[in-house]
């Protein structure tokens, strides 16, 4: 399959190019015909890419170990799901999904550009193949995963994957993930195809909404699935450590949240015009960024690849991407200027000016904290790291903020508001936060940082239900009927609206499980001997056994737990953590025991033995509210589906009627 493979990876490469320069001139002479071809090269990229993946896909599911790529990832006793999993475990395999994935994104725009019925379309598609040209430039010539193993014999076993990676969690995070990144250059590439064919009307945001939409909920849910990975995987009791990698995946979330909040300005106001265009090639640039950062080996980190010496081309791409944003943004200039301006910092747009500014000033604080290292070595020769209490320090005011503005921005009005409608909106939910935040304060249950997160999201949450129960009240006095039927009412009529209230919802629920989680946790280290007994929170820990085991992958050592609740003394759970040594790669993992509920974790890591033998040393974390986070996220997503629902033909009208009216 490896010429197969090849041979499939080479006729994309060819096609993306042709792609590129037919969609230029047809952009360039406006002929149907060529236009046309256009669209079908794109298909054509997708099916090789797909040929391509499939055929690794194959050797891994055969144990082919002349593929030098399959036998490094990969070994006879892993279980079925990881073979097809260890496509993405090393840098070429995941760079040829990179590619499938974005190859299939612009083949789905292809498909649907009779549908937009735009001039631009030429335009976007030559941007959206050279898009995937980069990439597959990359994966034909630099890391091909379809080169033979330099051996005279047939290897009969692998080396296997690396033992981190082999959790169910990893075969769906990189898929939902690079699916964030590779669909935010569909954005990207209707942004430069409106720049390229000078219309820059609103067109090419209302084509994007749904496309920004995609990619945010596929980042959203690739990163949450990381930190779930690494919250089950790595044994350390958290979910999130600022690593390097980490961070470029949340940079690009980051912009693209920006700009999915800037675009109403934009629709509403025409204004913050040349904002949104570079947000989105902001956003597009961090994800080539992120994938700089985790392929060239200039950080360290537990999520990174092995060294490599590609990334100057990535560097050489993005300078590439913003050379020509700048260019073409001071070549439209004149298009892009604003055709109004914010008149009063009480007003929506100013707040949502405000809330870029936050967005962009974290995400700046964040590439500053990924990049010191790197320049502290270049200035002062040695490399010095900052950590978890620099990220914590910096963003965490930031954070805050947003958070308090997600609870005003969408409730103030255009233009310019009044003290007084101020006050009849936000008084209530102002006043209870005071309130809640006093209790905290008076119960002594959390410091400064903690009690003020809660007070802010109880004032989002109030503002929230507030804005609710006005529209239920104004839907029931227009059509009679209970209060459930008006709510049902109004969510269908504003679904839009309500989705991203939704999402808002789920903010505030993640919000709350990371504060209470960092603010409340309880970590103990302990060893315990068979029938020993160690308390930690309202917990008592019992040590009933130790005792080996394993499969045909790995030999392990199994602790048996039960955990007691101190108070009765009535058995919560019994936990089973293991210490597991992998055969092939010759390395160990912790296979930590885990029970979740509602108030908290209980989180159980297996370190080992003591220095006897004979006792089992333990590490134990008790996580408040870690489920919610989790939860949180479901709402997000949940809330971002309903939003992206079709719309009915009555309900746009009615939008587009009220935009007008508003304008």
Not at 25 to 42: F, H, L, P, Q
Not at 127 to 153: D, E, G, K, M
Not at 602 to 613: H, I, P, Q, R, S
Request: proline letters at 3%.
């Amino acid at each position: 399959m490896q010429e197969f493979g090849h041979f499939a990876l080479c006729i994309s490469w060819g096609l993306a190019l042709f792609g590129l320069v037919a969609g230029l001139y047809a952009g360039r002479t406006r002929k149907i015909a060529w236009e046309s071809t256009v669209i079908n090269s794109t298909y054509l990229v997708a099916l090789s890419a797909g040929c391509a993946i499939f055929a690794l896909g194959y050797s891994f599911y055969n144990n082919d170990y002349t593929n030098q790529y399959v036998w490094q990832f990969s070994n006879r006793d892993m279980p079925s799901v990881y073979k097809i999993s260890a496509i993405w475990g090393g840098m070429d395999g995941s760079m040829l999904l990179w590619c499938f994935m974005l190859a299939f994104s612009c083949a789905v725009v292809a498909w649907r550009s009779k549908t937009y019925r735009t001039s631009m379309m030429p335009w976007v598609l030559a941007v959206a193949n050279s898009c995937s040209l980069f990439f597959l430039t990359i994966v034909v010539f630099l890391t091909n995963p379809f080169r033979y193993l330099n051996s005279p014999l047939i290897p009969n076993d692998g080396n296997g994957l690396n033992p981190l990676l082999q959790n169910e969690y990893m075969a769906i995070h990189p898929p939902m993930l690079y699916a964030g990144f590779t669909v935010f250059a569909i954005p990207y590439a209707f942004c430069m195809g409106a720049l390229l064919s000078g219309n820059l009307s609103n067109e090419w945001l209302r084509l994007t909404r749904r496309w920004t939409l995609i990619a945010w909920g596929f980042l959203t849910a690739g990163i949450v699935l990381g930190g779930h990975w690494a919250y089950l995987e790595l044994g350390w009791g958290g979910f999130w450590a600022w690593d390097p990698v980490e961070n470029a995946s949340f940079l690009p979330w980051l912009t693209g949240t920006a700009f999915l909040h800037s675009v109403m300005v934009q629709e509403r106001k025409n204004m913050l015009k040349v904002w949104n265009v570079w947000l989105i090639i902001l956003t597009y640039g961090l994800t080539v960024f992120g994938t700089f950062l985790t392929r060239s080996g200039v950080v360290q980190s537990v999520h990174a690849f092995a060294n490599t010496d590609i990334g100057w081309v990535f560097l050489l791409y993005i300078g590439i991407i913003f050379v020509l944003g700048l260019g073409l943004t001071l070549f439209r200039r004149k298009e892009l200027s604003p055709e109004r301006h914010i008149v009063s910092f009480l007003s929506r747009e100013a707040f949502f000016l405000v809330n870029n500014l936050l967005f962009l000033s974290i995400c700046f604080a964040i590439i500053w904290g990924v990049l010191f290292p790197i320049l502290s070595e270049a200035v002062t020769g040695t490399k010095q790291t900052v950590g978890i209490p620099f990220f914590n320090t910096v963003t965490l005011p930031m954070f805050l903020a947003l958070i308090f503005l997600m609870g005003i921005g969408p409730l103030i009005a255009w233009q310019k508001a009044s003290f007084k409608s101020l006050a009849k909106t936000f008084a209530i939910p102002f006043i209870s936060a005071l309130a809640i935040g006093a209790l905290i304060i008076a119960t002594g249950t959390a410091s400064y940082y903690p009690t003020l997160s809660y007070a802010i999201c109880w004032f989002v949450l109030m503002t929230i239900l507030g804005e609710l129960h006005r529209g239920v009240k104004v839907q029931r006095a227009a059509t009679p009927g209970s209060f459930v039927e008006g709510t049902s009412r109004l969510i269908r009529r504003h679904r839009t609206r309500y989705g991203g209230y939704l999402v808002h919802l789920g903010v505030l629920v993640v919000t709350v499980s990371i504060t209470a989680s960092m603010a409340h946790k309880i970590e103990k280290e302990f060893t315990l001997g068979v029938g020993e007994t160690f308390k930690v929170g309202r917990f008592d820990f019992t040590l009933d056994g130790l005792h080996d085991g394993g499969t045909t992958n790995y030999n392990a050592l199994y602790a048996e737990v039960k955990v007691r609740t101190t108070k009765d003394g009535a058995t919560y759970t019994i936990l089973k953590p293991e210490l597991r040594r992998y055969f092939r790669n010759d390395e160990s993992t912790t296979e930590v025991a885990l029970k979740m509920g509602p108030w908290e974790d209980v989180y159980l890591v297996l370190a080992g033995l003591d220095d006897t033998g004979g006792r089992g040393a333990l590490k134990v974390f008790i996580n408040p509210l870690q489920v919610w986070l989790w939860i949180g996220t479901l709402i997000m997503i949940a809330g971002t589906i309903i939003t992206l629902l079709p719309k009915r033909a009555a309900q746009v009208a009615s939008e587009s009627s009220a935009v007008s009216n508003l304008a």
